[in-house]
């Protein structure tokens, strides 16, 4: 079972992985298994030594949960010899699609519609029984919203999530990146509204804010925002990069996020590129572990 904080695996981490002591703050890691069922040589190496002491915890990218395409049954295939290979007891993916008539590399939005949830549920209950194991859904960073949706975000995520039987893996970075983006859901109103009986896994990020997407600005002061396509005082629009250290609003809303759910949920970083040095990201994977003991049940 995994508990407390948690770093995604990345090869250029790798030694700093292998060099982490016993008592160390990251208690468990991800990887997304595209990553690495295919992977050999030292990078395979040098994670069969990490995953050896390290608990994991497996992250579909391309399981395309709400897409048309038959599931891939392969891919399906090689997730579960991965869980089985590494003792890994926790898989989700994301509530989104990723394929159009061929593999699109993205994760595109649903809309957030009845249909899309019975859907989305029945592709999600074919992974539960093929795996043998309930999983989780993750909400997603999106840029685009659905005019046909007929329901919020996190109703859409409750939806899917009952219907499904699935945990909800609970992204608060995405949920404040949409929020800002689009100005239709409080990011602390989807944390009251989310089912937090299902919440059973936690990511928090950094995002990037991109001030070119929202010139330019009028007599108001009010900045262009090409997501809602119209004039707002919002000043940014925010990239879901996990590029960059996590930001104070995020902490903040990951601090609420902890106070409303019954039982604190491990909680990984996630970050994928320009990493600074590790104790940097020591240390917020170590402010994490703070708020897990501050609302610890
Ligand atoms: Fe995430």
Known sequence: MLVGAGLGYRRDLAEDFLQLPDNRTIQFMEVAPENWLKMGGLA???FDQVAERIPLAVHGLSLSLGGQAPLDRELLQGIKTLMTQYNAHFFSEHLSYCECEGHLYDLLPMPFTDEAVKHTAQRIRD??????CRISLENTSYYLHSPTSTMNEVEFLNAIAQEADCGIHLD?????????????LDPYLFIDNVDVSRVNYIHIAGHDEDHSATTPINESGESFNKVKGEFRHLPELLIDTHGEAVKGTVWDLLDYTYQRLPHIPPTLLERDFNFPPFSELCAEIQHIAELQRKYAK
């Open 44 to 46: 395979r190496y040098q």
């Open 127 to 132: 992974v539960q029984d093929f795996l043998g």
């Open 172 to 184: 608060v970075n995405n949920i404040y990146v949409n929020g800002v983006n689009h100005n239709l």
